[in-house]
């Protein structure tokens, strides 16, 4: 049972729209995460954050932004899609106090920008 | 720049043989190591986490680090065919202050035991 939802699951969209990928956790967790993974590739992590109001650009440049207003959502949104935006989109959540990686994943959104 | 390298393979390796998976990082501030498996089409999920030079084992797991070597290792003992997955390396870097940013993680390693 995933505690950490991601919705859509697949999104197939047209250049220059505006799209907000959604990612949820029941965890009460205050550590979330948005990694991009292309196939055969390593994550890697465009957005993070530490808690309410907390957003932080990760190592990977994005065009996307995020917010942080509910512990338990972390939406990105993409003002202008364009085919380079093209990958998997994974949320992913930890604790703020113990290891520091482990992370629960969501199932992630397929997104396609034609 | 953080760096996490492993050997994209495939590594195929025969039901009940022992599966050693290599990762290497180039931050000698990374503290913090951890191995995560990836079904094709899913989401990773932890299996190991190790942060002091020697062997973690868990079960049929067993996590090596040597961090003057800058080098992390997992083995696989008994192989299974459900094993069969794409492995991947991560590191944590921890600032002086306490705080750090996302994991760092390798291209993995694609793992397929021969039945």
């Known amino acids: 049972e995933a505690d950490i939802y991601q919705t859509p699951r697949y999104l197939v969209i047209g250049t220059g729209k505006k799209i907000t990928l959604e990612c949820s956790q029941t965890?009460?967790?205050?550590?979330m995460y948005w990694y991009q993974q292309d196939p055969g590739m390593e994550l890697h992590l465009i957005h993070y954050?530490?808690?309410?109001?907390?957003?932080e650009k990760g190592d990977l440049s994005s065009e996307s932004t995020v917010s942080r207003i509910r512990t338990e959502h972390f939406p990105l949104t993409l003002e202008s899609a364009r085919p380079s935006h093209t990958s998997q989109y994974l949320c992913?959540?930890?604790?703020?106090?113990?290891?520091?990686?482990?992370?629960?994943f969501g199932s992630g959104t397929r997104l396609t920008v034609v | 720049q953080k760096e996490v390298e492993q050997n994209s393979g495939p590594l195929s390796v025969p039901e009940g043989a022992i599966a050693s998976l290599n990762c290497t990082y180039s931050?000698?501030?990374?503290?913090?190591f951890f191995w995560y498996r990836q079904y094709s089409g899913k989401s990773p999920e932890l299996i190991m986490s190790i942060y002091s030079n020697g062997d973690k084992e868990d079960g049929r797991f067993t996590a090596q680090l040597n961090k003057a070597s800058q080098y992390v290792s997992l083995l696989i003992r008994d192989s299974q065919p459900s094993d069969s997955a794409t492995y991947l390396c991560a590191a944590l870097l921890m600032y002086s202050g306490g705080g750090a940013d996302g994991l760092t993680f390798g291209k993995g390693t694609h793992l397929i035991i021969q039945p």
């Open positions: 992913a959540s930890s604790e703020l106090i113990g290891t520091g990686g482990d992370y629960t």
């Open positions: 954050s530490y808690g309410v109001n907390s957003t």
């Open positions: 931050d000698r501030g990374s503290q913090s």
């Open positions: 965890m009460g967790h205050d550590k």
